[in-house]
């Protein structure tokens, strides 16, 4: 009946207008409504945002608006692209070992005690050879100077050992060693788990000498200094006596002395004439017949405005060479006499200019636009 008394009365044209308009109110309601709701969350999500720019804790969202409702999983937001990973770092080496004196080995930045002197010795001439294996009979030879006991291998094996005990601590039981390794009949370092100072006073000096042939003197004796800061003694000491290790320790101290001359020679280009000369004058009495570090005193000692020095010191060499050798001095050392003698303009210092560092570009004011 009621059904039948709404149809009857929606029949006349004045009720149906009048339903229309209640109908009408009733979207107006709620699309205000939905409206507010809209605003609401609208002032939450910037809220959050505002939190989570400046580094503040966020707050909870409203229950049913997550960030996952903006962002289903997977998916980026717009105009924002998505994200590199940081490049790993390389891996640092395990131990680094010091070499160019008495040996010395760093484990997690921390100087671990190497033990008794064959035990150093042993490692000394393991550091000679890195990354290449050393055959136990020849490790044998060297520690025992041709007069090995009957124990001497079983000695190795626990100097061995008590080296991979210290220089890898924390190596599971077990686990293969990943620094002191075994090769074949023999054992070697590892050269990517080794860091030897050996290796870094060479690459040091080959960038000086790049430097100083790149008309770069200052930053040339930077990288001189940083290459014979390294040296602490004799190369191997615990096991310079061995003629396994004697090769590589003769190459070495001529590389130092090589290096030595190459700083002077740089301090001569930077102006510093005075401080070649001290540092040339002590160079040529512990190495009297090296005639490029005779050269450089000589050059040294005439820039610094004295001549007649500079000339007595060639003549002393050229006297040297010929009663211990039998030899005259290089070209290079006659002509240099003679360019002293006679007040060579060539031989006067003259500043290079340093290399200039690329400047920031500058950035022109915006011009205004015409109104």
Same mark, same amino acid.
């Given at each position: ?35 507010? @709701? ?10 959050? &945002? ?46 680094? @070992? ?38 136990? &009979? ?102 310079? &006596? ?5 090769? &590589? ?123």
């Amino acid at each position: 009946m009621a059904n039948e008394r709404v149809t009857a009365g929606l029949a006349s044209p004045g009720a149906a207008h009048a339903w229309r308009i209640a109908e009408l109110e009733r979207e107006v309601r709620e699309l205000r409504r939905t409206n507010t @709701l809209l605003r609401t969350y609208v002032a939450q999500r910037l809220d959050l &945002d505002a939190h989570h720019d400046t580094g503040r804790p966020r707050t909870p969202a409203a229950p049913g608006h997550a960030q996952d409702a903006r962002h289903p999983a997977g998916e980026r937001p717009p105009n924002r692209p998505a994200p590199h990973p940081a490049p790993a770092p390389a891996p640092a080496p395990a131990v680094v @070992l010091r070499a160019l004196g008495p040996i010395e080995a760093v484990v997690g930045g921390r100087p671990v005690d190497l033990g008794a002197p064959k035990q150093r010795a042993l490692l000394a001439l393991l550091a000679s050879t890195v990354g290449r294996p050393v055959a136990c &009979d020849v490790l044998v030879e060297e520690l025992w100077t041709g007069s090995p006991p009957p124990a001497a291998l079983s000695s190795l094996h626990a100097y061995v050992a008590n080296l991979r005990r210290v220089l890898e601590p924390h190596r599971a039981p077990r686990t293969p060693p990943t620094v002191l390794r075994t090769s074949g009949r023999g054992y070697l370092l590892e050269r990517r788990s080794v860091d030897v100072d050996v290796d870094r006073f060479t690459g040091r000096a080959a960038l000086a000498w790049q430097l100083q042939e790149s008309g770069d003197p200052h930053g040339a004796l930077r990288a001189f200094d940083q290459a014979l800061a390294l040296w602490r003694g004799p190369a191997y000491a615990e096991a310079a &006596d061995s003629a396994y290790v004697r090769p &590589d320790s003769a190459r070495l101290h001529e590389l130092r002395l090589s290096v030595t001359e190459g700083r002077c020679a740089a301090l001569l280009a930077a102006g510093a004439h005075e401080i070649a000369v001290a540092d040339l004058e002590a160079f040529v009495q512990d190495h009297p017949l090296r005639e490029y570090g005779c050269e450089l005193l000589g050059l040294a000692l005439y820039r610094a405005g004295r001549q007649a020095e500079a000339l007595a010191v060639l003549r002393t060499h050229q006297r040297r060479l010929a009663q211990e050798l039998g030899i005259d001095p290089r070209p290079a050392l006659q002509r240099l006499q003679q360019q002293i003698l006679h007040h060579a303009p060539s031989l006067d210092w003259h500043p290079r200019p340093r290399p200039a560092r690329p400047s920031a570009p500058r950035l022109r004011p915006p011009v205004a636009a015409p109104l």
